[in-house]
Structure formats: structure tokens, C-alpha cells
């Protein structure tokens, strides 16, 4: 069975369960304005798809608010600190966390966040991205104390934050053969495992991650074949803050009376 007619199935079984799928998009690591950045907002005005901006606080510049403050699809956001990782050589990269003092980690938080809210103002989303999407469970408990709402980070994880998360799930990049864009095949596929993953957990939304500064030739290609899939489909794209703001409601909800 081809990838393409088992996604029609899998998106019948949906409409049986009267779920509809939704999806949104993230892209990590600006700082500045560049072609590539060019490009990625060219496909989200095509798509009319909001995006949430990961941004890195120690090396964003005024340029890049200038930029982005035309852009109403976009939401800057706090993309952990500098993008440095603290761990020894032979460990998983992470910035937030490891041996370094949590206190430290959230006074760094605190700086970055309060670094981009001068520059965009209140267009800044309360989520924070980590970088590398990892944070020890012990800096994840507090991010409250740092002025953060909400936690993005990849997959299906929990980070261990009560606040709530909002994930990506399909990263076009090939990290581990040499940082290429992912095949379209791929992408499909992936989507498709994504989709039943979503399903079984009552049609949660399925985010999409990007790389702007990194993309090669076909991992544009793919972006915009997921996207041109996703909207020829009449599915919605939608603001991530806009996710965090029903799992508040939820988790309302779900308190005692």
C-alpha cells in the first residue's frame, strides 16, 4: 500500500471519530534577518500559516524585531539563552540544565526573556523553547518562577513543567546523517505515523519544526510539500499560543470543584 492511500485511510478513520487534524509551525534559532529567513516567511504568507519563532536572546539584534513586526503570522519566542550547550563532550547538548545550578539556569531564562521583550514588546509568546529541545525535569519544574506559560520541546515527551506543552512532532532535518533536509517520502511517512499517534491521543495537534539557517534545497522542498498536503486538505494551521490557551482550559477543567 502506497504512503499516499494509507493517509487517505488513516485521515477517513478521523472523520469516522469526528476529528479533524491541526497542525502548527515552529522554526528554531533566528537572530537576524537573512535570506533564508526571507524565505521562510515567503512560505508561511503562502500557506497562511502562523509561526512560532525560536528565538536566541544573546545574539538577536533590533533588525530582526523590525522584520518580524510586519509580520502578523509570526510569534517571537524565547529560544533558551545563548544556544550554548553545558555538558561534558560525549553528553547530549543542553543549555538548560545538567550540572549547572537551577537558580543560574532560571537567572539566564529571566535575562533572555526580559532581552526580547524589549525588542518585540508584547508580540513575545509566554512559551519557552529550549534548545536542542531538552531541559533537566528540575529547571522544567520552575520555569513558572522565569515568566514562562507554556513549554514547546519535541515529540510526545513531558519535561516534567506543570505548565502546559505544545511539541513538535516532524522535524524536516536529518540530524543524524549529516543535517539534510528529509526526503518527501520520509516526510509522508512520517506524517502518517504522526497522524495515527495524534488520533490515539483524541486528535492532539501535530507540530511541524524547521531550521531555517540550516535548510538545504530539498529540505525546503519538503516544508512546502508538507505544507501544500496539509492546506490543499483545507486542515488549519494554527497559532501556538492559541494551543496553549485550550490546554489552560483544560487543565481548568480538570481541577477539583
Given at each position: 500500500m502506497s504512503v499516499t492511500h494509507a493517509l487517505e485511510l488513516e485521515l477517513?478513520?478521523?472523520?469516522?471519530?469526528?476529528?479533524?487534524?491541526?497542525?502548527?509551525?515552529?522554526?528554531?534559532?533566528?537572530?537576524?534577518?537573512?535570506?533564508?529567513?526571507?524565505?521562510?516567511?515567503?512560505?508561511?504568507?503562502?500557506?497562511?500559516?502562523?509561526?512560532?519563532?525560536?528565538?536566541?536572546?544573546?545574539?538577536?539584534?533590533?533588525?530582526?524585531?523590525?522584520?518580524?513586526?510586519?509580520?502578523?503570522?509570526?510569534t517571537p519566542a524565547v529560544h533558551g539563552y545563548a544556544h550554548r550547550s553545558h555538558m561534558p563532550d560525549e553528553a547530549?547538548?543542553?543549555?538548560?540544565?545538567?550540572?549547572?545550578?537551577?537558580?543560574?539556569?532560571?537567572?539566564?531564562?529571566?535575562?533572555?526573556?526580559?532581552?526580547?521583550?524589549?525588542?518585540?514588546?508584547?508580540?513575545?509568546?509566554?512559551?519557552?523553547?529550549?534548545?536542542?529541545?531538552?531541559?533537566?525535569?528540575?529547571?522544567?519544574?520552575?520555569?513558572?518562577?522565569?515568566?514562562?506559560?507554556?513549554?514547546?520541546?519535541?515529540?510526545?515527551?513531558?519535561?516534567?513543567?506543570?505548565?502546559?506543552?505544545?511539541?513538535?512532532?516532524?522535524?524536516?532535518?536529518?540530524?543524524?546523517?549529516?543535517?539534510r533536509g528529509q526526503t518527501i517520502e520520509w516526510a509522508m511517512g512520517e506524517l502518517l505515523r504522526r497522524l495515527e499517534q495524534a488520533r490515539e491521543r483524541g486528535g492532539a495537534p501535530l507540530g511541524i519544526l524547521s531550521h531555517h539557517l540550516v535548510h538545504d534545497e530539498r529540505a525546503w522542498t519538503t516544508l512546502e510539500a508538507l505544507h501544500r498536503y496539509i492546506k490543499e486538505r483545507d486542515f488549519v494551521f494554527e497559532r501556538a499560543d492559541s494551543l496553549v490557551e485550550e490546554a489552560l482550559k483544560r487543565q481548568v477543567k480538570r481541577l477539583p470543584v
Open positions: 477517513a478513520r478521523w472523520r469516522e471519530l469526528g476529528l479533524t487534524p491541526r497542525f502548527w509551525l515552529r522554526d528554531d534559532d533566528a537572530t537576524r534577518p537573512t535570506p533564508a529567513l526571507d524565505r521562510l516567511l515567503g512560505l508561511v504568507r503562502r500557506y497562511e500559516a502562523p509561526l512560532l519563532l525560536a528565538v536566541i536572546p544573546a545574539e538577536a539584534i533590533e533588525a530582526l524585531a523590525d522584520l518580524t513586526r510586519h509580520e502578523p503570522l509570526v547530549p547538548a543542553m543549555e538548560l540544565g545538567g550540572e549547572r545550578p537551577v537558580d543560574a539556569v532560571l537567572g539566564e531564562l529571566r535575562a533572555g526573556r526580559a532581552r526580547l521583550q524589549h525588542l518585540f514588546g508584547e508580540r513575545l509568546s509566554g512559551i519557552l523553547v529550549p534548545p536542542w529541545n531538552r531541559l533537566s525535569r528540575e529547571v522544567a519544574a520552575r520555569l513558572h518562577e522565569a515568566g514562562f506559560t507554556a513549554l514547546s520541546t519535541n515529540s510526545w515527551h513531558e519535561d516534567g513543567s506543570s505548565l502546559p506543552q505544545v511539541n513538535t512532532q516532524i522535524d524536516i532535518i536529518d540530524w543524524a546523517n549529516g543535517r
